[in-house]
T-cell receptor, first 115, second 114 residues
Framework: NAGVTQTPKFQVLKTGQSMTLQCAQDMNHEYMSWYRQDPGMGLRLIHYSVGAGITDQGEVPNGYNVSRSTTEDFPLRLLSAAPSQTSVYFC??????????????FGNGTRLTVT | AQSVTQPDIHITVSEGASLELRCNYSYGATPYLFWYVQSPGQGLQLLLKYFSGDTLVQGIKGFEAEFKRSQSSFNLRKPSVHWSDAAEYFCAVGAQTGANNLFFGTGTRLTVIP
């Protein structure tokens, strides 16, 4: 099992460019989510999905889009990158809904810099 | 509103010394509580979790945490720190039902000196 795989590991964008951060899991997990990690702010939830075809907003969704067409994949799209989106992005998944039912499995992160 | 406070941004301890990392939470319902560890350049790994029952929970790598409802705290402890414990530690709170969304504290960076 590869677990949660994020690509790319590093990315530099210019303001206004668009890109997609990829996240794939091979554990048949229902739940997937995206967090961003900023210094002094911990991890904040961007978007999440409780199953294929179902997505919802987290704490900081502005500037990001997601879709969940398959159980395995949960890409995060930046439509028009801004310097404020410079961050480290983590994808996470779990086997079941509810924090008590299954621990989150995290990818190794994508470090994004927007100039 | 839910929140998690980790008051110590950075802690330095000597190898072999004991460790306590503080975590306070605010949550409207009975929470699930977690401690995660992040090594440089890596994702987060679950150390331990509290759901109910015994308020002292054991985790991996010799860590333990104690849930104190009256103090809204969930402090992480280790009796003897190893150099490999140097990392960033995050406390998190989640709901018992609904989506598996966690609210994280801002983290505590642990430095271990020989």
């Amino acid at each position: 099992n590869a677990g949660v795989t994020q690509t790319p590991k590093f990315q530099v964008l210019k303001t206004g460019q668009s890109m997609t951060l990829q996240c794939a899991q091979d554990m048949n997990h229902e739940y997937m989510s995206w967090y961003r990690q900023d210094p002094g702010m911990g991890l904040r939830l961007i978007h999440y999905s409780v199953g294929a075809g179902i997505t919802d907003q987290g704490e900081v969704p502005n500037g990001y889009n997601v879709s969940r067409s398959t159980t395995e994949d949960f890409p995060l799209r930046l439509l028009s990158a801004a310097p404020s989106q410079t961050s480290v992005y983590f994808c996470a998944s779990s086997a079941a809904l509810g924090a008590g039912n299954s621990p989150l499995h995290f990818g190794n992160g994508t470090r994004l810099t927007v100039t | 509103a839910q929140s998690v406070t980790q008051p110590d941004i950075h802690i330095t301890v000597s190898e072999g010394a004991s460790l306590e990392l503080r975590c306070n939470y605010s949550y409207g319902a009975t929470p699930y509580l977690f401690w995660y560890v992040q090594s440089p350049g890596q994702g987060l790994q679950l150390l331990l979790k509290y759901f109910s029952g015994d308020t002292l929970v054991q985790g991996i790598k010799g860590f333990e945490a104690e849930f104190k409802r009256s103090q809204s705290s969930f402090n992480l402890r280790k009796p003897s720190v190893h150099w490999s414990d140097a990392a960033e530690y995050f406390c998190a709170v989640g709901a018992q039902t609904g989506a598996n969304n966690l609210f994280f504290g801002t983290g505590t960076r642990l430095t271990v000196i020989p």
